[in-house]
């Protein structure tokens, strides 16, 4: 299959958060200084009732993204055409300026794993994810963004690593890039590899988005949680993939232990800085070359 050029056609929407029901009402009274939100897809598809209602009025009010968490594009089960079905028609009441979701498997045999479980990083793998993207972007009429999962597992079938694996996928399907900076933290210290490596490998052209979270450290390892503040050894690495991709749309994930909104615009208040101070450096050093 060619591999096809990669297209901007997405806009850049700033800094974001999550957008979770505890916040639906201080968002709508507050109008707090955030640039857009992200939706979970699966939390919408519903015919109608409160989700929904606070969804209309929260896109009357800031651009949305959606991102998704039961596509399993490396199942080996046929794609589920009627959540696919759902997700076209949620797009078209949202209007969203883009839709994502895992690299990974979440079930096989008709089983919900209810996981983000990685897949073997093998030329008989990328093949098989990039057929289904194919379908999926014909299908929804549009591209969409791939996130790398964080891993608790490896496979000794694995034939190169996982950012060449990721490079391979987005490529040959022409789709865009999720980056989730956190995981790449957490299976960097799960696996032993250069976080720092990771980013450097990835195709700067198809980053559309980047994702930044907490995580809970066992010793030994870590596990990818969305319930606690970022780290600094994560914004660390933030600024080093904002040093290299520019001005990339990043948006803060809390899933669980959520904070009253103002804790969380102070965390995106210094993704902010730290994307500012990157571009400052990056053109200061541009300067001097």
């Given at each position: 299959m060619p591999i096809k050029r990669a297209q901007t056609e997405y806009p850049a929407l700033g800094f974001g958060l999550g957008l979770r029901p505890a916040h639906y009402e201080a968002i709508l009274n507050d109008s707090p200084a955030v640039d857009w939100f992200e939706i979970i897809s699966e939390n919408y598809l519903v015919p109608g009732g409160k989700p929904l209602h606070y969804l209309d009025r929260i896109r009357a009010r800031f651009p949305l993204a959606m991102h998704g968490v039961s596509l399993s594009i490396g199942s080996n089960d046929p794609l589920?055409?009627?959540?696919?079905r759902q997700l076209k028609a949620l797009a078209g009441r949202v209007e969203p300026a883009w839709i994502s979701d895992h690299l990974c498997w979440t079930g096989v045999g008709g089983i919900n794993a209810h996981d983000l479980l990685p897949l073997p990083y093998t030329e008989e793998a990328i093949r098989h994810?990039?057929?289904?993207?194919?379908q999926v972007q014909d299908y929804l009429g549009r591209r969409i963004l791939i996130e790398n999962v964080s891993s608790y597992i490896s496979y000794p079938e694995s034939e190169m690593s996982e950012w060449d694996f990721l490079r391979e996928i987005t490529e040959r399907a022409d789709c865009l890039i999720l980056l989730d900076v956190n995981n790449i933290y957490v299976s960097g210290f799960n696996h032993e590899f250069d976080a720092r490596a990771y980013i450097d490998a990835v195709p700067a052209e198809r980053v559309q988005q980047i994702h930044i979270a907490g995580h809970r450290n066992h010793g030994d390892y870590i596990v990818d949680t969305h319930d606690e503040p970022v780290i600094d050894p994560v914004w660390?690495?933030?600024?080093?993939?904002?040093?290299?991709?520019?001005?990339?749309?990043t948006m803060i994930e809390r899933d669980d232990n959520i904070p009253p909104l103002p804790e969380l615009l102070a965390e995106l208040g210094h993704a902010r800085q730290i994307a500012a101070g990157a571009r400052h450096e990056t053109a200061v050093s541009a300067t001097r070359s």
């Open positions: 589920n055409m009627e959540y696919l994810v990039v057929a289904r993207v194919d660390d690495l933030y600024a080093h993939a904002m040093r290299r991709f520019g001005r990339v749309s």
